[in-house]
């Protein structure tokens, strides 16, 4: 278990730069965290290389990307990618003996009989030690081709980005929707599907991809990184936690999380594997970002909620013009512009309800959901929510924006010469560092 240690001090970075390489360990999609990182990499003139989870064909069979998705995968991230399928898990691998993958076994579960259904762990094991061979082999391969890109003496910045791992059987949706959307007479309780044989797939698969696949990057490019020091360069090792996040409740940057958040075993997972590297020398990283509104995130109905005192810390922080520019940004974004006041006092209230109160437990998380905690969080974000002109254009999407312009810039720098295995990056950073880049 980590203990808290948020970044305080905004450092600024003098290691990399052209001539240099940036490696995305994971494949660029959508509006996330990433974003923010790859275009620090572009402003310091590194060159960038990327990689790809690769495609699955209609059989299950896994297969690089085609000539028009590698030129669209490469568009998008604005550098070469290495195409070498590294899809991370092993929901949809077999050991090659034409049996079920773990996703077809959870497919034969269904709302009424999941909780009391049982999965081959024999069978689970054996697809898992195959996708894990799988992997490791891509890995190598990747790590193979890249070292042909990386001139002597360059230093190196590895960021792994692979999170996830949802097992995708139809039953779990219906499930999520009840655990993270539910109340009232809908909902459910996180521990009952922890407790579950489906819970327990999803838990191994949400380890590997997240967590253990940073082992794996470390493993596979450490004679490479051996190379790099040869030659007289550095290598740097960055991946994207997220263990709650320190935001103004009641006047003080305090630590809260969103609830529940299944997949933080396996956050804590990657800090491990960061905190095992760094006692062997290798400087890795776990940055634990704030809450944002991403592609994924969107199916945790109320995280959302942890964005707006970001706009306090605007004026806590010495946003000023630019600041106060946000400020008037958001209000247009209301039916009503003199909301806004209202929405942050009832945001500060909900944050220091006992209920609140009660999952602000550190050394507890990831804590499992309650019916009081649903009808609390779901009811805040829909009323929030339907204030706004438009469920297309929120409040919670201009302030992500905001964080991950200030999340790259804050993680480049500090990955020169990192403070430790595992940092927090609070509200308190994030504005800072958006004072700096708009200030004048």
């Avoid at 945001?347 to 009808?375: C, G, I, K, V």
Wanted: glycine letters at 10%; one cysteine or more; charged letters at 20%.
């Amino acid at each position: 278990m980590s203990a808290l240690v948020p970044l305080r001090t905004l450092s600024r970075q003098s290691l990399f730069g052209t001539g240099d390489v940036f490696v995305l360990f994971g494949e660029l999609f959508g509006r996330g965290y990433a974003n923010g990182l790859v275009a620090q990499a572009r402003a310091a003139g590194m060159t960038i290389v990327g990689a790809t989870v690769g495609r699955r064909e209609a059989d299950g069979s896994l297969r690089p990307l085609n000539d028009e998705e590698l030129a669209a995968a490469e568009a998008n991230l604005g550098g070469r990618v290495i195409n070498v399928p590294l899809m991370a898990g092993f929901d949809n691998d077999t050991p090659g003996d034409g049996g079920p993958t773990p996703t077809e076994l959870a497919a034969a579960m269904t709302i009424k009989t999941w909780q009391t259904d049982k999965l081959d762990w024999a069978r689970v094991d054996a697809c898992r030690a195959a996708g894990v061979a799988r992997f490791k082999a891509g890995a190598a391969e990747f790590a193979r081709q890249l070292e042909a890109l990386i001139p002597p003496g360059a230093n190196v910045f590895f960021a792994h980005t692979m999170a996830g791992g949802l097992v995708k059987a139809k039953v779990f949706l219906a499930i999520a929707n009840r655990i993270y959307k539910g109340r009232g007479e809908r909902f459910m309780s996180s521990r009952a599907l922890m407790d579950s044989d489906l819970g327990k797939l999803n838990l191994m698969n949400f380890e590997e991809v997240t967590g253990n696949s940073f082992a794996y990057l470390l493993e596979a490019t450490a004679a490479l990184r051996a190379r790099i020091e040869r030659d007289g360069g550095q290598a740097r090792y960055t991946a994207y936690g997220y263990h709650g996040t320190e935001i103004l409740i009641d006047g003080q940057y305090q630590w809260q999380t969103y609830t529940n958040y299944t997949q933080g075993y396996a956050k804590k997972r990657l800090e491990d594997v960061a905190s095992a590297a760094w006692e062997r020398g290798v400087k890795a990283t776990v940055f634990n970002c704030p809450e944002i509104r991403t592609n994924s995130s969107d199916v945790f109905i109320g995280i959302e909620l942890s964005l707006f005192p970001l706009l306090n810390a605007f004026r806590r922080e010495g946003c000023a013009d630019w600041g106060e520019a946000q400020w008037a940004a958001c209000r247009d974004l209301l039916t009503d512009p003199t909301a806004l006041e209202g929405i942050l006092a009832r945001l500060d209230a909900y944050n220091t309800s006992a209920t609140m109160r009660h999952f602000r437990d550190f050394d507890a998380w990831p804590m499992d959901n309650t019916p009081e905690l649903a009808e609390l969080m779901i009811s805040t974000a829909e009323e929030i929510t339907a204030q706004h002109k438009s469920r297309q254009a929120l409040i919670s999407d201009l302030l992500s924006t905001h964080v991950i312009e200030a999340t790259g810039p804050l993680i480049f720098n500090e990955a020169a010469n990192p403070e430790g295995p595992v940092l927090w990056l609070g509200h308190d950073a994030v504005a800072r560092k958006l004072a700096s880049l708009h200030a004048g």
